[in-house]
């Protein structure tokens, strides 16, 4: 049988695409193997949000380049670079932008066939297609992304996501719908919906009354559609929002739907107004509070996590200061921090990269430091208290068997129970906070494990993941 190694950086959409790959290399008759060496057909989808992801591919595909295999590549570095790609690494067969997935089987089947190298990245700005899931009956991993987007228009100075996955293009919410009434019914317990700013979106199919503010959204409608048509999903996800569509019907829905997790990931960025505004983020620091604390008072218990940048350029000590503030002041239990890093054709290339490497660091280690106390105090409030977990796959904490997330995401570790396994929702007493995750013990088991589960969506990806 043929085989091939998908290597996936980057973020949840990269995650997504990748498995959408693998199950089309497969229904092409490729065997999927973790490792490169001894693959048929090599795919490394990219990531090129900082440069640092874009060396590591550099050093990947050096590293490939003496294996005898077909090496493609994919994703946001794919689309940035094009034809350059093929330039400068020669040994690269094909480079297919994120638009172009789909057409990975028959790239693969040319290439086998002897075509010459080749690019596809155009991005489906007429005609947007979207990879959707499988959703083979009892095939399906107990938690399943979700396309609900791509691309995006909120262009914040940083940020080169817009230049490499396009404008904003959105599915029909009935697709939606019906792709995860499917992935339910073929065992999912969980769903990420997943977009660049998941929450402006909007109904291609349904027009938006007139002269609704640009700020508002259906997405609030689209979560209301798929709790009340989705029969029999457990939790519901969605990432990342970004807070200027963070509607008041947004806030209703979390209100209202108790499928939906009691955890937001919502992108800050910095705690300075004098920095948002130069990052083009489109809201105060007072407004990003004023809207946490209002989705809070809307569902009790709900926890939120966030993306920093340190060092954009121009960012003095106290904007870093204010951004410290911000974090005690919201308090945050999960934090994903970065130092800035310039990228091509953003906005913000024009201003100095002025904040130096050595005080970059510093920042960001004082911001992580920050943000591991604050995990470790709310972890320590929850001894005692019950989780609703989702089982998603084997522990080795400790006595644990079994690992699963909370509904508020943190990760919780417990002996085996009759019932408990992959796809299991049990009821959790908490006994003991570690630094990251919990452990508890199975009280009860509301949902057995799926049948035949298969593990839970690597969140993790493969061998080479960004740090
Ligand atoms: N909307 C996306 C965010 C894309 S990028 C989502 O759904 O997750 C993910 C994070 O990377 C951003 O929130 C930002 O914190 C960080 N980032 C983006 N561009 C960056 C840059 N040039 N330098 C450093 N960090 C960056
Ligand atoms: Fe990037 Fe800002 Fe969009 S961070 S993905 S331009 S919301």
């Given at each position: 049988?043929?085989t091939?190694?998908?290597?996936?950086?980057?973020c949840?959409?990269?995650?997504h695409?990748?498995?959408?790959?693998?199950?089309?290399?497969?229904?092409?008759g490729?065997?999927?193997?973790p490792?490169?060496?001894?693959?048929?057909?090599?795919?490394l989808?990219?990531?090129?949000?900082?440069?640092?992801?874009?060396?590591?591919?550099?050093?990947?595909?050096?590293?490939?380049?003496?294996?005898d295999a077909?090496?493609?590549?994919?994703?946001?570095?794919?689309?940035?670079?094009?034809?350059?790609l093929?330039?400068?690494m020669?040994?690269?067969?094909?480079?297919i932008?994120?638009d172009?997935?789909?057409?990975?089987?028959?790239?693969v089947?040319e290439l086998?066939?002897?075509a010459?190298?080749?690019?596809?990245?155009?991005?489906?700005?007429?005609?947007p297609?979207?990879?959707v899931n499988?959703?083979?009956?009892?095939g399906v991993?107990?938690s399943?992304y979700?396309?609900?987007m791509?691309?995006c228009?909120?262009?914040?100075?940083?940020?080169?996501?817009?230049y490499?996955?396009?404008?904003?293009?959105?599915?029909?919410a009935?697709d939606i719908?019906?792709?995860?009434a499917?992935?339910?019914?073929?065992?999912a317990?969980?769903v990420?919906?997943?977009?660049?700013t998941?929450?402006?979106y909007?109904?291609?199919?349904?027009?938006?009354?007139?002269?609704?503010?640009?700020?508002?959204?259906?997405?609030?409608?689209?979560?209301?559609?798929?709790?009340g048509?989705?029969?029999?999903?457990l939790?519901?996800?969605?990432?990342?929002?970004?807070?200027?569509?963070?509607?008041?019907?947004l806030l209703?829905?979390?209100?209202?739907l108790?499928?939906?997790a009691?955890?937001?990931?919502?992108?800050?960025q910095?705690g300075?107004?004098?920095?948002?505004?130069?990052?083009?983020?489109?809201?105060?620091?007072?407004?990003?509070?004023?809207?946490?604390?209002?989705l809070?008072?809307?569902?009790?218990?709900?926890?939120?996590?966030?993306?920093?940048?340190?060092?954009?350029?121009g960012?003095?000590?106290?904007d870093?200061?204010a951004?410290?503030?911000?974090?005690?002041?919201?308090?945050?239990?999960?934090?994903f921090?970065f130092?800035?890093?310039p990228?091509?054709?953003?906005?913000?290339l024009?201003l100095?990269?002025d904040?130096?490497?050595?005080?970059?660091?510093?920042?960001?280690?004082?911001?992580?430091?920050?943000?591991?106390?604050q995990?470790r105090?709310?972890?320590?409030?929850?001894v005692?208290?019950?989780?609703?977990?989702?089982?998603?796959?084997?522990?080795?904490?400790?006595?644990?068997?079994?690992?699963?997330?909370?509904e508020?995401?943190?990760?919780?570790?417990?002996?085996?129970a009759?019932?408990?396994?992959?796809?299991?929702?049990?009821t959790?007493?908490?006994?003991?906070?570690?630094?990251?995750?919990?452990?508890g013990?199975?009280?009860?088991?509301a949902?057995?494990a799926?049948?035949?589960?298969?593990?839970?969506?690597?969140?993790?990806?493969l061998?080479?993941?960004?740090a």
């Amino acid at each position: 049988m043929k085989t091939a190694c998908l290597v996936t950086f980057g973020c949840q959409m990269n995650v997504h695409d990748s498995q959408r790959m693998e199950e089309l290399l497969r229904a092409d008759g490729f065997e999927l193997v973790p490792e490169p060496e001894g693959a048929d057909v090599i795919v490394l989808n990219t990531c090129s949000v900082r440069e640092k992801a874009e060396q590591k591919l550099r050093s990947e595909v050096g590293r490939l380049k003496r294996l005898d295999a077909l090496v493609i590549v994919t994703g946001c570095v794919a689309q940035q670079e094009g034809e350059r790609l093929l330039d400068r690494m020669p040994y690269i067969d094909a480079v297919i932008g994120p638009d172009n997935l789909h057409e990975l089987p028959g790239v693969v089947r040319e290439l086998e066939g002897g075509a010459p190298s080749m690019v596809r990245a155009t991005f489906d700005t007429e005609a947007p297609r979207f990879l959707v899931n499988e959703a083979t009956p009892g095939g399906v991993a107990s938690s399943a992304y979700v396309t609900t987007m791509k691309g995006c228009d909120e262009r914040c100075s940083f940020c080169i996501v817009p230049y490499t996955r396009g404008p904003e293009r959105y599915r029909s919410a009935d697709d939606i719908v019906s792709e995860v009434a499917r992935l339910v019914a073929a065992g999912a317990r969980e769903v990420v919906l997943l977009g660049q700013t998941v929450n402006s979106y909007r109904d291609p199919a349904v027009p938006m009354p007139e002269g609704s503010d640009p700020d508002d959204s259906q997405f609030a409608s689209l979560l209301r559609r798929i709790v009340g048509e989705a029969k029999g999903l457990l939790r519901l996800r969605y990432t990342s929002p970004h807070p200027r569509h963070l509607t008041p019907d947004l806030l209703r829905a979390h209100a209202e739907l108790e499928t939906l997790a009691e955890h937001v990931h919502l992108p800050v960025q910095s705690g300075s107004d004098r920095v948002l505004k130069r990052m083009i983020r489109r809201y105060t620091r007072d407004e990003y509070v004023r809207r946490a604390d209002a989705l809070r008072s809307a569902r009790k218990g709900l926890v939120l996590s966030t993306d920093i940048i340190v060092g954009f350029p121009g960012e003095t000590a106290e904007d870093f200061d204010a951004t410290l503030s911000l974090v005690r002041e919201v308090g945050f239990v999960g934090l994903f921090g970065f130092k800035y890093s310039p990228r091509p054709y953003t906005p913000a290339l024009k201003l100095r990269d002025d904040v130096p490497e050595q005080e970059k660091q510093q920042r960001l280690e004082a911001l992580f430091e920050l943000s591991e106390a604050q995990l470790r105090a709310h972890l320590a409030t929850l001894v005692g208290t019950r989780a609703r977990v989702l089982v998603e796959g084997p522990s080795k904490v400790g006595a644990a068997t079994w690992a699963g997330r909370t509904e508020r995401n943190e990760i919780v570790h417990f002996e085996a129970a009759p019932g408990v396994g992959p796809g299991a929702f049990a009821t959790v007493e908490v006994t003991r906070a570690n630094k990251h995750s919990l452990e508890g013990r199975v009280e009860s088991v509301a949902v057995p494990a799926a049948e035949k589960p298969r593990s839970a969506i690597r969140r993790v990806a493969l061998p080479l993941v960004e740090a």
